[in-house]
């Protein structure tokens, strides 16, 4: 039976109670529902609304309401009921009676839902944060595991730079700790609790709000009814902050399907993280990479839904809000499924370090090298940078990497190049010369590997 249907000569017809109800997506906010009406009866009770026995009660029966759903022992869908909150509040009543008919007082569902959802989001802010650090340490790991790889940096997916391969998987290491501190800012201002709010302009029962708050685990109650009921701003930041931890997840996705084709041969994918082809018996897709990529455009459309659903509404609730919930519950499943997969593809991959070498010693990488030596014998780097580009169009004439032109090829481009500057050209020396704070040097990158993985256990 509905909780309002006193004012109603007639019922609910199918197609409104199709859209209308939220109870088959909602009831994922069962336990966090019971929760919070654990401590409303505390509230009504001290606040001389209820008995000591009817709040008791009460407790008793939602604690073992709780304790079933967690078991999952509630079909709740049988209930027929409209939402999370009329399912609980009919339990109470099937079980209390008029007592279960008390613990509405004050209260309404429009405090309670915002309620519910904060405690929702931060519970799964918390096991989120593990899901990332998981991410971050499975990157520290990987790039433990080939310490001294040198791979092609790219601007413009052409190759620039050769960097360390730890330089790389540190790179990405930045991104997720910045995900997590998103994570934690975004606990720190929505961790306020409205109940106390009632429908939209506060309650006329004597309840104790920042106990209310402290009960639950926030850090303070609302400071105002009608944003308490209809903000949420909170979803929308953890909306955005699976965005763009998704976008980091799939930027990493793309690169690694790269590094993982015939063409660039850097890495293999382990046989659990791959696929293969109903037609062509050779092929090993990069089928989890893809997905991570794939992902995104779900998760990036749930923030984008949210965001136009509240755009145009008046405060202060309105029941469009309830389209709140569907997509934040998948994007969350989404984000915490693919940080899982993107740990196991770490895990999975091996690194052919030889050929790694080979591609970041080749597209003439070595030629900034080149105009830095020059502008060390006292030439301008504008003017190095033009006659290094000359040598690169010489060497490309010859067909061969800058370093096996003879000294008469060079110096015919510039007679101040001499033997020294052959070392220069090496592979390592571009790549360790970058000994400064943040750059790719074998001394630099195994310092920030060593100081993150210290810093782990502090994530
Ligand atoms: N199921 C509703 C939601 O998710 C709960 C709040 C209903 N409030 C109301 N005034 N009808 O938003």
């Not at 920042?210 to 949420?232: K, M, W, Y």
């Not at 990493?252 to 993982?260: K, M, Q, S």
Request: proline share 3%; net charge negative; charged share 20%.
């Amino acid at each position: 039976m509905a909780l309002w249907g006193g004012r109603f000569a007639a019922g609910s017809s199918n197609m409104f109670r199709q859209v209308n109800d939220s109870l088959p997506f909602d009831q994922a906010m069962a336990a966090q529902d019971m929760e919070g009406s654990i401590v409303w009866s505390r509230a009504l009770a001290k606040a001389g609304v209820l008995t000591s026995e009817e709040q008791q009660q009460l407790e008793a029966a939602l604690s073992e309401l709780k304790a079933q759903a967690e078991a999952g022992e509630i079909d709740f869908n049988a209930s027929g009921e409209e939402d999370i909150h009329s399912f609980v509040e009919a339990a109470l009543i099937d079980k209390l009676g008029d007592v279960g008919r008390k613990l509405h007082t004050g209260r309404s569902r429009n405090d309670q839902v915002a309620t519910d959802f904060r405690l929702w989001c931060r519970t799964h802010i918390e096991s989120l944060k593990t899901d990332v650090t998981a991410v971050v340490r499975s990157l520290l790991h990987t790039a433990s595991r080939h310490q001294q790889a040198i791979i092609p940096g790219y601007t413009h997916l052409q190759r620039a730079q050769p960097i360390r391969f730890p330089h790389w998987c540190l790179a990405y290491v930045e991104m997720f700790k910045r995900d997590l501190s998103r994570l934690n800012d975004l606990h720190a201002r929505m961790n306020q609790c409205p109940l106390g709010s009632g429908a939209l302009a506060g309650t006329t029962y004597p309840v104790d709000r920042h106990e209310i708050a402290e009960q639950l685990g926030f850090t303070s109650p609302c400071l105002n009814s009608l944003d308490a009921v209809s903000d949420r701003d909170f979803v929308l930041e953890l909306l955005f902050t699976a965005s763009t931890s998704m976008m980091h997840l799939s930027r990493l996705a793309e690169d690694l399907i790269f590094y993982n084709s015939g063409e660039a041969g850097f890495l293999q994918l382990g046989d659990s993280v791959t696929s293969g082809s109903s037609l062509m018996p050779q092929k090993k897709n990069p089928d989890a990479l893809e997905l991570l990529r794939g992902k995104c455009g779900r998760v990036f459309g749930h923030l984008q839904a949210l965001l136009v659903t509240m755009k145009g509404l008046p405060l202060a609730y309105n029941k469009d809000m309830q389209e709140d919930k569907e997509g934040a519950f998948d994007a969350v499943n989404q984000w915490h499924c693919c940080l899982c997969i993107a740990c196991e593809v770490l895990d999975s991959l091996a690194l052919n370090e030889e050929r790694c070498r080979i591609a970041a010693a080749q597209g003439y990488s070595n030629a900034t090298e080149l105009a830095d030596y020059l502008v060390g014998k006292g030439i301008p780097f504008r003017t190095a940078h033009d006659i290094s580009g000359q040598v690169v169009l010489l060497a490309l004439e010859h067909n061969a990497p800058i370093e096996d032109l003879s000294l008469e090829q060079l110096q015919s481009v510039c007679s101040d190049i001499d033997e020294d500057v052959y070392p220069v050209l090496q592979l390592e020396y571009g790549v360790d010369k970058r000994n400064i704070l943040g750059g790719t040097s074998a001394e630099t990158v195994t310092k920030a590997l060593y100081q993150e993985l210290e810093n782990m256990d502090k994530l």
